[in-house]
C-alpha cells in the first residue's frame, strides 16, 4: 500500500505585488494642520492560482517597499484561509522596524487584500463571509477644506445634500493651526445656512486647537447644533479630549491615527471620545478593525469608519455598533477613477455585497489607473 501522505488542498498564497498612483487633487486642499494637492495609493495584490485579493492603503510610496520586502516573504505559501494568522506573523516580523506609521499602512493593505482573496476564492461578498449585521451602512459627507471659500463650501454641501440626499455632512476647522477661530465660526454658521435644519453637521479640527480653544467654540457648535467634534486638539493628548468632551455638549471623537490596538484601549480607558474613530488602512486592515469595534462596543460606544469608504463598507456592515462611514471627498474622487465596483452613497447609505460580486467587489481601472503610476 502505498503510504505517501496526500497532497494538502489548501489555497496558498503564491504572490504579493504593489503598485503605486498619485492622483493631483482638483482643488488645493488643507485642513487645521495640513495642507496637500496630490495624494498617493498603495494597492496590493494578493495572489492564489488564477485569484486575486485587492487590498490598498493611503500612504507614502516607501509603504510599498515594505510590503514587498517585509511583509510579503512572511505570508508567502501560507494558506490563505486563515488571514488572522497571517496579520499576526507581519505584526510579528516588523517589530525591529517600527509597527506604527507607514510600516502599519503595509500590514493593513495587505491584510484587506488576503481578505478580499479569501472571500474570492469561496465565491462570496466578503460582508456574507464576515456575517452581516446590516444591509445598509450609512455614510456622511466629509471635505469641506479650510482651503475652500464660502462659494466652493456652499456647492460642496448642496451636493451631498441636495444632489445625493446625505443628510450628514462635515467640514474641516481649525486653519492655520487653530489661529483662524473668527473664520471657523463664520465657517461653521454658513455651513449651517447651506443645509439647513435637519442635515446633521460635523466638524473635524484636525488636533489644530489648544484646550481653552476647544472649549470656547462650544458656544459656536451649539448654537449651530453641531453634532460631531472631530480631533479638537491633538489624537495624543487623551487628557484633552476628555475634559473638551466634559466640557460641551458635541460628541467628541477621535481615533484615525490608531496603528495598534492597544491605541484604541488607551483612548477608551481615558473616556476621551464618544464615538471611537479607527482607519481599515492604518490600524491593521480588516483584522485589527473588526476587533476595535468590539472593544468599542464593549465601551457601550460606536465605531465610525475613517476614509477609504469603499474599503470599509463590508466591514462596517458586520459590527453592530456602526455609526456610519466618512463619504471622504478625496478619497471618493480616487476611488470612483480608478477601481471598477465602487458603491452609490444616494439617499445616505451603502448597500455592500447587494450585487453578489465576490470579496469587497472592487478590481483594479488599468488603463485609467495607469496615468497616476509612479516608480
Known amino acids: 500500500m502505498d503510504a505517501t501522505p496526500a497532497r494538502s488542498t489548501e489555497p496558498l498564497l503564491d504572490?504579493?505585488?504593489?503598485?503605486?498612483?498619485?492622483?493631483?487633487?482638483?482643488?488645493?486642499?488643507?485642513?487645521?494642520t495640513l495642507s496637500w494637492d496630490a495624494t498617493t495609493l498603495v494597492v496590493v495584490h494578493a495572489h492564489s492560482g488564477s485569484t486575486t485579493g485587492l487590498g490598498y492603503t493611503y500612504g507614502a510610496p516607501a509603504t510599498a517597499r515594505i510590503a514587498e520586502d517585509q511583509l510579503a516573504p512572511v505570508v508567502t505559501g501560507r494558506c490563505v484561509l486563515d488571514v488572522p494568522a497571517a496579520n499576526e506573523a507581519m505584526s510579528r516580523a516588523v517589530r525591529n522596524a517600527g509597527r506604527p506609521g507607514l510600516v502599519a499602512g503595509a500590514v493593513s493593505a495587505v491584510d484587506t487584500a488576503l481578505w478580499d482573496l479569501k472571500a474570492r476564492l469561496l465565491g462570496?461578498?466578503?460582508?456574507?463571509?464576515?456575517?452581516?449585521?446590516?444591509?445598509?451602512v450609512p455614510v456622511y459627507g466629509?471635505?469641506?477644506?479650510?482651503?475652500?471659500?464660502?462659494q466652493q463650501q456652499d456647492h460642496q454641501l448642496h451636493r451631498w445634500t441636495d444632489g445625493l440626499g446625505i443628510p450628514r455632512v462635515k467640514i474641516k476647522i481649525g486653519g492655520a493651526w487653530g489661529t483662524e477661530e473668527a473664520r471657523d465660526r463664520r465657517r461653521i454658521a454658513q455651513a449651517r445656512r447651506s443645509i439647513g435644519g435637519a442635515a446633521e453637521l460635523y466638524v473635524d479640527a484636525n488636533g489644530a486647537y489648544t484646550r481653552k480653544q476647544a472649549v470656547r467654540l462650544g458656544d459656536c457648535l451649539g448654537e449651530n447644533h453641531v453634532t460631531w467634534f472631530e480631533e479638537p486638539v491633538s489624537s495624543?493628548?487623551?487628557?484633552?479630549?476628555?475634559?473638551?468632551?466634559?466640557?460641551?455638549?458635541?460628541?467628541v471623537t477621535a481615533g484615525e491615527y490608531g496603528y495598534t490596538l492597544p491605541y484604541f484601549w488607551h483612548m477608551l480607558s481615558a473616556q476621551a471620545v464618544d464615538c471611537l474613530q479607527a482607519d481599515i488602512t492604518r490600524c491593521g486592515g480588516l483584522t485589527v478593525w473588526l476587533r476595535v469595534a468590539a472593544l468599542a462596543q464593549a465601551a457601550g460606544l460606536e465605531i465610525s469608519?475613517?476614509?477609504?469608504?469603499?474599503?470599509?463598507?463590508?466591514?462596517?456592515?458586520?459590527?453592530?455598533?456602526?455609526?456610519?462611514l466618512e463619504w471622504f471627498h478625496?478619497?471618493?474622487?480616487?476611488?470612483?477613477?480608478?477601481?471598477?465596483g465602487t458603491l452609490?452613497?444616494?439617499?445616505?447609505?451603502?448597500?455592500?455585497?447587494?450585487?453578489?460580486?465576490?470579496?469587497?467587489?472592487?478590481?483594479l481601472r488599468e488603463a485609467e489607473a495607469a496615468p497616476y503610476r509612479v516608480g
Do not use: K
Request: charged share 20%; proline share 7%.
Open 15 to 32: 504572490e504579493v505585488t504593489t503598485a503605486v498612483y498619485t492622483v493631483p487633487t482638483d482643488e488645493p486642499e488643507a485642513d487645521g
Open 124 to 136: 462570496l461578498p466578503l460582508v456574507r463571509l464576515l456575517g452581516a449585521s446590516r444591509t445598509d
Open 142 to 150: 466629509s471635505g469641506g477644506f479650510t482651503t475652500y471659500d464660502a
Open 236 to 251: 495624543d493628548d487623551l487628557t484633552g479630549l476628555a475634559q473638551v468632551r466634559a466640557a460641551t455638549t458635541t460628541d
Open 305 to 324: 469608519g475613517h476614509c477609504a469608504p469603499h474599503l470599509h463598507a463590508h466591514a462596517a456592515a458586520a459590527v453592530p455598533n456602526l455609526r456610519h
Open 330 to 340: 478625496d478619497h471618493v474622487r480616487i476611488e470612483d477613477r480608478i477601481f471598477h
Open 344 to 363: 452609490d452613497p444616494t439617499g445616505g447609505t451603502v448597500r455592500p455585497g447587494a450585487d453578489g460580486a465576490p470579496g469587497h467587489g472592487l478590481s
